[in-house]
């Protein structure tokens, strides 16, 4: 699978609940974070397709998970093709969304996390312009204690210098080195492009890495 794969992305359904979600076996990469962060503007840059994660100037928008087909992987010689997929998951940590469904959220995407094995990866969505929140350092720290590889796409880089994306991308990693995080990072841009096709080929290679279950 080469990065220009995600190209073919394709919405597949929008889930309340894991139990609603695609079987689960292939591989599958999440994609995270706090609502207004950028992520459905990124999930349209990634795969290449302007309308295909909705985006809105309303925060909080994404309260479902939604699931975008790839092209199936190439598995080892003798062996099936493997289902690959891209999940949206709720934005979260908007006030305005009511108690009840950002409960109900909590607990939707604890389980996932936990349960699903086909889950190869996070990509999380922070914007670049503030520091990493709870709900960040939760999934970063998640992410370290489970060995679930996470990668941080520091969102809306165009709005601040070159020189102050490139100090808070080195603080990020700084902090990684400093818990023993084995996560990655870097500077994107939706709207400049910055970072496409480093993140897109950064997806992929999780879609290829066996979690240790699998090992």
């Given at each position: 699978?080469?990065?220009?794969?995600?190209?073919?992305?394709?919405?597949?359904?929008?889930?309340?609940?894991?139990?609603?979600?695609?079987?689960?076996?292939?591989?599958?990469?999440?994609?995270?974070?706090?609502?207004?962060?950028?992520?459905?503007?990124?999930?349209?840059?990634?795969?290449?397709?302007?309308?295909?994660?909705?985006?809105?100037?309303?925060?909080?928008?994404?309260?479902?998970?939604?699931?975008?087909?790839?092209?199936?992987?190439?598995?080892?010689?003798?062996?099936?093709?493997?289902?690959?997929?891209?999940?949206?998951?709720?934005?979260?940590?908007?006030?305005?969304?009511?108690?009840?469904?950002?409960?109900?959220?909590?607990?939707?995407?604890?389980?996932?996390?936990?349960?699903?094995?086909?889950?190869?990866?996070?990509?999380?969505?922070?914007?670049?312009?503030?520091?990493?929140?709870?709900?960040?350092?939760?999934?970063?720290?998640?992410?370290?204690?489970?060995?679930?590889?996470?990668?941080?796409?520091?969102?809306?880089?165009?709005?601040?210098?070159?020189?102050?994306?490139?100090?808070?991308?080195?603080?990020?990693?700084?902090?990684?080195?400093?818990?023993?995080?084995?996560?990655?990072?870097?500077?994107?841009?939706?709207?400049?492009?910055?970072?496409?096709?480093?993140?897109?080929?950064r997806i992929v290679e999780l879609l290829h890495t066996p979690r240790?279950?699998?090992?």
């Amino acid at each position: 699978m080469s990065s220009n794969t995600l190209n073919g992305a394709r919405f597949v359904l929008a889930a309340n609940e894991i139990t609603q979600l695609p079987y689960d076996q292939g591989a599958e990469v999440a994609f995270a974070g706090r609502s207004n962060a950028g992520k459905s503007s990124a999930l349209n840059a990634l795969t290449g397709h302007t309308g295909l994660a909705r985006t809105s100037k309303t925060p909080g928008r994404t309260q479902l998970m939604v699931v975008f087909d790839l092209p199936p992987l190439k598995g080892p010689e003798g062996t099936s093709p493997l289902e690959a997929r891209l999940v949206d998951l709720p934005g979260y940590g908007y006030a305005k969304v009511p108690e009840a469904m950002r409960a109900h959220w909590r607990g939707e995407i604890d389980a996932y996390l936990k349960m699903r094995r086909s889950l190869r990866g996070i990509v999380l969505i922070v914007d670049i312009r503030h520091e990493l929140k709870d709900f960040d350092r939760t999934m970063i720290e998640f992410c370290a204690a489970t060995e679930l590889p996470c990668h941080v796409l520091m969102t809306k880089a165009d709005k601040i210098s070159r020189g102050q994306a490139s100090k808070a991308l080195e603080a990020l990693r700084k902090e990684f080195r400093t818990q023993g995080v084995a996560g990655t990072a870097q500077v994107f841009s939706s709207l400049a492009k910055t970072g496409v096709e480093e993140a897109r080929a950064r997806i992929v290679e999780l879609l290829h890495t066996p979690r240790p279950h699998e090992l």
